[in-house]
């Protein structure tokens, strides 16, 4: 199976008049808050700082945003080269963004929390060392909470009683190295799905090429460090030209996957360039993730 573009795709645009993201706006989180769409956007300016932006849309495409970013680097050398790659979990009643603070030390995983998805205040690094793509799950599982990140090249999942202190890291998917398109990194997407039959993971991969394509696997409910199912094959891969010609080419990258009735909402960056949203049945997707090969 195959995710499609949604006719109205892109939906959102650099806007020149504000120089933070008069250059590119891509890879945001989406969240279902009130009979609304939230979205929290990365974008960059003129001098390719990254920040957060906000932005509020009735029916998850089309979408009006503020001014003004709500999360911008404020940690010093630890983030002045921008705050990246925004994902938001809805969990216990509050907001937690996962975020990437990128700095002298090259770049970290970072957590944040909020009750009305516009002020932000950090709760502190998952770790201070190269790792990103970072989410958690909308629940607690055993009792604690649980995070997927990315050390390279693996998709990681770890455990905390306080979202401060993370402990038994492992890693849980591996690239393929017989499988070309996912066969030199892999890392996590937007928030897992809760569903009968497991966790329905989204993920992102690439091979020799550097082409980014997506896919997804389905997690035990009570034990997500077991992968029930990993199909092979990708659902989705750069074709549209803004997709391929970009400030980073042959790019789709996403950090929104949320289910809008029945069907899959999947956000994404094309080419670090603009956000797109791609759809699917819901039903198909898990069916793909329970019985593909």
Not at 212 to 224: F, I, K, N, Q
Not at 231 to 237: D, G, H, L, Q, V
Not at 259 to 265: H, K, L, N, R, T
């Given at each position: 199976m195959q995710l499609v573009r949604h006719p109205q795709s892109p939906l959102l645009y650099p806007n020149p008049l504000h120089r933070w993201e008069a250059l590119n706006v891509f890879n945001c989180a989406v969240v279902q808050h009130n009979g609304l769409f939230h979205m929290l956007y990365r974008a960059q300016g003129v001098d390719f700082v990254s920040h957060i932006g906000y932005a509020v849309s009735a029916d998850g495409l089309n979408w009006n945003r503020l001014e003004h970013p709500v999360l911008s680097p404020h940690r010093g050398r630890e983030d002045y080269r921008g705050v990246e790659d925004p994902r938001v979990t809805p969990l216990d009643g509050q907001f937690y963004m996962t975020y990437t603070a990128y700095g002298a030390n090259d770049y970290y995983p970072m957590i944040a929390r909020s009750e009305n998805l516009i002020t932000w205040e950090?709760?502190?690094?998952?770790?201070?060392?190269?790792?990103?793509?970072?989410?958690?799950?909308?629940?607690k599982i055993g009792g604690q909470y649980v995070i997927l990140h990315r050390r390279p090249a693996h998709i990681w999942i770890g455990f905390s009683k306080d979202l401060i202190n993370w402990h038994d890291h492992q890693i849980l998917m591996s690239p393929r190295e017989d499988n070309d398109w996912d066969s030199k990194s892999i890392g996590s997407n937007g928030v897992p799905i809760k569903t009968e039959h497991g966790w329905l993971l989204f993920y992102h991969g690439y091979g020799p090429e550097h082409i980014?394509?997506?896919?997804?696997?389905?997690?035990?409910?009570?034990?997500?460090t077991k992968v029930?199912?990993?199909?092979?094959?990708?659902?989705?891969?750069?074709?549209?030209?803004w997709e391929i010609k970009g400030d980073v080419p042959n790019v789709?990258?996403?950090?929104?996957?949320?289910?809008?009735?029945?069907?899959?909402?999947?956000y994404y960056g094309g080419a670090d360039r603009m956000v797109g949203?791609?759809?699917?049945?819901?039903?198909?997707?898990?069916?793909?993730?329970?019985?593909?090969?």
């Open positions: 950090d709760i502190g690094p998952l770790e201070k060392d190269r790792n990103k793509d970072h989410v958690l799950f909308p629940e980014y394509r997506h896919s997804v696997a389905l997690l035990d409910l009570e034990d997500p029930i199912n990993r199909p092979r094959a990708f659902i989705m891969e750069p074709y549209e030209t789709v990258f996403s950090c929104a996957n949320l289910v809008v009735g029945d069907q899959i909402y999947f949203l791609a759809t699917a049945p819901f039903a198909d997707v898990l069916d793909f993730a329970r019985t593909g090969r």
